[in-house]
């Protein structure tokens, strides 16, 4: 089982809607989770974080943690053709582990 | 604050040859983190190393290698080159003052072994 889940996707969400992406994690003890964006031929850019259960909003992006059920989410509101990329699901128990990414496109 | 440096940025190298990658962390971090993607396994984690000591390894052969300066510059090896390690190799840096820290990317280094 890997440590980290993500649908493959391609999710596809037309322009202005909100893009919904999960991410799974098999360790009770997770301390902390983040979210990278991966623009294809680039590297991940870090664009949240979050430790506690509950929401966390930043702009467009709210991230939100649920340890008893052991899922992480990311919510893009309006979303735009710019957020089109890969995003990866990070979670750190003594090391980082990713999921696979979920690639998105936003459909203009 | 200047960011992760990575060189160099791409490398085209034959098979049963060596290569050595070089990682710059962020000014004042001591974690580093190397990892390789590739398009069908995803970021696969090779080894960290905090104040120059190797803290976590993944599961590649010892033909990966690495090693980190007391300056925190890092370096990471490949020794006989096969066509698989073609990738798109991340080094990735950290404060590590706490669980709460996360990691910085660099732009990457693109291997390609012919």
């Known amino acids: 089982q890997k440590e980290v889940e993500q649908n493959s996707g391609p999710l596809s969400v037309p322009e202005g809607a909100i893009a919904s992406l999960n991410c799974t994690y098999s360790?009770?003890?997770?301390?902390?989770f983040f979210w990278y964006r991966q623009y294809s031929g680039k590297s991940p850019e870090l664009i949240m974080s979050i430790y506690s259960n509950g929401d966390k909003e930043d702009g467009r992006f709210t991230a939100q943690l649920n340890k008893a059920s052991q899922y992480v989410s990311l919510l893009i509101r309006d979303s735009q053709p710019s957020d089109s990329a890969t995003y990866l699901c990070?979670?750190?128990?003594?090391?980082?582990?990713f999921g696979s990414g979920t690639k998105l496109n936003v459909k203009p | 604050k200047a960011g992760v440096t990575q060189t160099p940025r791409y490398l085209i190298k034959t098979r049963g040859q060596q290569v050595t990658l070089s990682c710059s962390p962020i000014s004042g971090h001591r974690s580093v983190s190397w990892y390789q993607q590739t398009p069908g396994q995803g970021l696969q984690f090779l080894f960290e190393?905090?104040?120059?000591?190797?803290?976590n390894k993944g599961n590649f052969p010892g033909r990966f290698s690495g090693r980190q300066f007391s300056n925190s510059r890092s370096e990471m090896n490949v020794s006989t080159l096969e066509l698989g390690d073609s990738a798109l190799y991340l080094c990735?840096?950290?404060?590590?003052?706490?669980?709460?820290?996360?990691?910085?990317f660099g732009n990457g280094t693109r291997l390609t072994v012919t």
């Open positions: 190393y905090f104040s120059e000591t190797q803290r």
């Open positions: 990070a979670v750190n128990f003594n090391k980082f582990y």
């Open positions: 990735a840096s950290s404060d590590r003052v706490s669980y709460n820290s996360p990691l910085h």
């Open positions: 360790d009770r003890v997770s301390q902390s």
